[in-house]
T-cell receptor, first 111, second 107 residues
Framework: DAGITQSPRHKVTETGTPVTLRCHQT?????MYWYRQDPGHGLRLIHY???????DKGEVSDGYSVSRSKTEDFLLTLESATSSQTSVYFC??????????FGEGSRLTVL | GQSLEQPSEVTAVEGAIVQINCTYQ??????LSWYQQHDGGAPTFLSY????GLEETGRFSSFLSRSDSYGYLLLQELQMKDSASYFC????????FGKGTRLHILP
């Protein structure tokens, strides 16, 4: 068990509302990642973090922001959710050997 | 930028061997990883190749050729539980995934 949890696991919201997804780790790993998964697109990197307050964009970062104020928490925020952001969101931590351990996923529906 | 290509679907028979190929184009490259994902679940790590050659882990093996920007995952003695999606991923600071290969196994 890599010690990574996501919350909420399921959320339904309306277009235009802000949404924050939380990723929490108990392993003290430096690198954390947010991906979204949609049919036919695989896993697409949104943002990642390489340390406290150190973040960078991924492949599909438009419409998303992240924050990492503590090693254990990596937050993904949708400032104004759109229907195109309906997806399953996975957080992952990278171990010292480079493996990614994923959280269980957060299913977001934007109506 | 980075891009990875892998077949969208592969079908094989229980007990057989199947190979899933992955070609990549990257600006930075430390190695190639493989992940398995069952329906409704999270991806799980299978293997990693940082150097050219074959890595074996039980029934699964993975191969990398840096000069060809090519790798593959080999699954032997297929079992029904191997029915899943398989993703290759390029590793540097950004870990980028291919779109995945859906493996169907026939009894």
């Amino acid at each position: 068990d890599a010690g990574i949890t996501q919350s909420p696991r399921h959320k339904v919201t309306e277009t235009g509302t802000p949404v924050t997804l939380r990723c929490h780790q108990t392993e003290n790993h430096r690198y954390m990642y947010w991906y979204r998964q949609d049919p036919g697109h695989g896993l697409r990197l949104i943002h990642y973090s390489y340390g406290v307050k150190d973040t960078d964009k991924g492949e599909v970062s438009d419409g998303y922001s992240v924050s990492r104020s503590k090693t254990e928490d990596f937050l993904l925020t949708l400032e104004s959710a759109t229907s195109s952001q309906t997806s399953v969101y996975f957080c992952a931590i990278r171990t010292d050997t480079g493996e990614l351990f994923f959280g269980e996923g957060s299913r977001l529906t934007v109506l | 930028g980075q891009s990875l290509e892998q077949p969208s679907e592969v079908t094989a028979v229980e007990g057989a061997i199947v190979q899933i190929n992955c070609t990549y184009q990257t600006s930075g490259f430390y190695g190639l990883s493989w992940y398995q994902q069952h329906d409704g679940g999270a991806p799980t790590f299978l293997s990693y190749n940082g150097l050219d050659g074959l890595e074996e882990t039980g029934r699964f093996s993975s191969f990398l050729s840096r000069s060809d920007s090519y790798g593959y995952l080999l699954l032997q003695e297929l079992q029904m539980k191997d029915s899943a999606s398989y993703f290759c991923a390029v590793r540097d600071d950004k870990i980028i995934f291919g779109k995945g290969t859906r493996l169907h196994i026939l009894p």
